[in-house]
Structures are given as structure tokens and as C-alpha cells.
């Protein structure tokens, strides 16, 4: 069972290397700068936290965390020449992407933990399991749409462009789409004051909903892709 355990964890530890491009420690660094950052702006601007303020502190680290990994992590498979490795493992699109991509959303949510404990201690008390719940749907969601846009462009430049010009239209529209069930970044704990609390709810459910099964319909198209091997070597 010990040795079963260790192989494991040097698995985790492989993949991980692997899914980050041996840059894990920047990686982890850069969400930290860049979450101190967002709360020093928010400081200077507006000192009034809650927890509508501390879900947006939380998102764009989570989204840092997991752009590279969705975005480069064929094209680096092709870089290092394993990609004819992994598509020689018998089921590989089912064993290899799924446990990085799962890995990927492990990691960037035990970062997050910590980032919200830090938040928790010296900002604004708040729930924190729930909040890291309601934080990981968009980030899932736009983790899964950029493996599936990776298996479609088979790019990693071409994957991050495309990524950014969905998350910067999606932007643009923040206003008109603030408190819409189509807005990825919909604040659930941001509640509208002229709306009842039965609809705000609702909004949020079918909202989250929607993430969960387009999520899952990118997860399987990126899937569905990879069986094409010729495609990629």
C-alpha cells in the first residue's frame, strides 16, 4: 500500500511538471503577485470587501492557473516528442488528458484554498469551501473550452489567442450580461437589489447548470478529437 502510494505521488509529481512545463513554482508565484495586485488596486479604489468582491479576487488567479496547461498542453507533448508516446497507450485520450486535466483543476483549487484562507484571515470572514465551489464552475468550464479549442487548433499560440478573444468578448458584454444565466463570470454572490431572491437563485442555478453540461460536452468534443491520431503526428 506504501509503495502503491509513493508511485502515485511521484505520478501526481510527474504529471504535474509535465502539465506546467517544468515552470510549477512561477506559475504558483505569478497567482499569488497577481491575487496581492488585485487586492492592493481594490484597497487603494475601494476598501469595502465582501464576499461578491473576494469571488472576483479568486477567479482571475484560478483562470492564470489553469491558461497554460489548457492552452499549450498538446503543443508541448509535440515539443518534447511524447505525443507518439501517449497515443500509443492503449485508451489514452480516456487515461492520460483526463487525469491531467483533472490534476490541473486539483491543483488550481488547492492554490485557491490557500488564497482564500489568506483572504478569510485578514480581509473578510467568509465560508470558504462554498466560495472555492462557486469560484471553480467558470474555471472548469473555461478549462475544459480551451482543451477542446487545443485539440481543435492543435496550437498553443493559436489556442491562447482564441482563448483570449472569448474571455475579452465575454468582457466587453460584463455589464449587459451582469446578472444574465448566459454570463460565465456571474457573481453569485453579488445579488441584485431589485430582484427577489427566489429568481436571483434560480438564475444562479440554471446558470451553473449550463457551465456543468458545456463543460462536460468540451470535455468530450476534446476527447472525441483525439482519437484522431493522424491528426496530431
Do not use: H
Not at 488596486?41 to 475601494?46: A, K, R, S, V, Y
Not at 479576487?57 to 507533448?77: C, E, R, S, T
Not at 480581509?123 to 472555492?132: E, G, K, Q, T
Amino acid at each position: 500500500m506504501k509503495s502503491y502510494l509513493l508511485l502515485l505521488y511521484k505520478l501526481m509529481i510527474y504529471n504535474i511538471k509535465v502539465i506546467f512545463g517544468n515552470k510549477f513554482v512561477y506559475f504558483v508565484v505569478a497567482a499569488f503577485l497577481f491575487f496581492a495586485f488585485i487586492i492592493l488596486l481594490t484597497i487603494l479604489d475601494d476598501p469595502d470587501f465582501d464576499e461578491a468582491v473576494i469571488y472576483g479576487f479568486l477567479v482571475f488567479p484560478g483562470l492564470l492557473l489553469i491558461f497554460y496547461p489548457m492552452a499549450y498542453g498538446i503543443q508541448n507533448d509535440d515539443d518534447s516528442k511524447m505525443l507518439e508516446t501517449i497515443f500509443g497507450i492503449p485508451n489514452y485520450r480516456y487515461k492520460v488528458w483526463l487525469v491531467r486535466f483533472i490534476l490541473t483543476i486539483g491543483v488550481a483549487a488547492v492554490i485557491l484554498i490557500i488564497l482564500a484562507s489568506l483572504a478569510n484571515l485578514t480581509l473578510y470572514r467568509f465560508s470558504i469551501l462554498p466560495m472555492l465551489g462557486q469560484v471553480l464552475f467558470p474555471i472548469t468550464f473555461l478549462s475544459s473550452l480551451g482543451f477542446a479549442l487545443s485539440t481543435l487548433i492543435r496550437n498553443g499560440n493559436g489556442t491562447a489567442i482564441v482563448i483570449v478573444i472569448i474571455s475579452f468578448i465575454f468582457f466587453i458584454f460584463a455589464e449587459e450580461l451582469e446578472y444574465s444565466t448566459y454570463n460565465v463570470f456571474l457573481n453569485p454572490f453579488s445579488e441584485p437589489r431589485q430582484m427577489s431572491e427566489f429568481i436571483w437563485l434560480t438564475i444562479i442555478y440554471k446558470n451553473r447548470l449550463y457551465l456543468m453540461i458545456l463543460s462536460m460536452l468540451c470535455l468530450l468534443y476534446g476527447m472525441f478529437n483525439l482519437q484522431f491520431r493522424e491528426k496530431f503526428v
